[in-house]
């Protein structure tokens, strides 16, 4: 059997699950047939995100529902340029995301800001002229950018 190095889903514990999937569907995520009222999978162009309680997500990887703020891991949102990232990060905070740091130039040479979801999970969405990304945000890591600023 071969294993392949992906992660085809992410899974984030939420306070409300119905609330917490209204505000994906109004960033673009759309929801699965195959969801439930206890736990909703919201469909990407290359990712599935699964929304469940916290509590039943923490009991079902068997360990202590625990902590806030800011947990070792960001999600992220890359986009092909800084307008996207403008006009993506503005549609998130009109969806009720709460903006930890507007869009701006990074110490790294790219564009990003970072946003929270409405359970304190974040987001960064970033422009990375360094990589080579296609029309969907799918970075191709082998082969540099045609041009600087691509």
């Known amino acids: 059997m071969t294993t392949v190095p992906s992660i085809s889903m992410v899974s984030l514990g939420v ?26 999978f919201l ?21 202590e529902e ?11 949102a890359n986009q092909t340029s800084r307008q996207a990232v403008d006009a993506f990060f503005a549609r998130a905070t009109q969806a009720g995301a709460g903006a930890i740091k ?4 990074a110490s790294w040479g790219g564009y990003s800001g970072y ?19 296609d029309q969907h945000g799918i970075f191709d890591l082998d082969t540099p950018p045609a041009a600087p600023g691509l």
Do not use: K, M
Not at 17 to 29: I, K, Q
Not at 49 to 60: H, Q, V
Not at 66 to 76: C, I, M, N
């Open 15 to 40: 306070g409300d699950v119905a609330f917490s999937a209204r505000f994906y569907e109004a960033l673009g995520w759309r929801t699965a047939s195959q969801s439930q009222e206890s736990v909703r």
């Open 43 to 63: 469909i990407g162009h290359n990712l599935v995100l699964g929304l469940i309680g916290r509590a039943e997500l923490a009991e079902d990887a068997n360990v």
């Open 66 to 76: 625990a902590g806030e703020g800011f947990r070792g891991v960001t999600l992220a």
């Open 102 to 105: 507007e869009p701006t130039e």
């Open 115 to 133: 946003f929270s979801d409405p359970d304190g999970h974040l987001w960064e969405v970033a422009h990375n002229p360094f990589f080579r990304t």
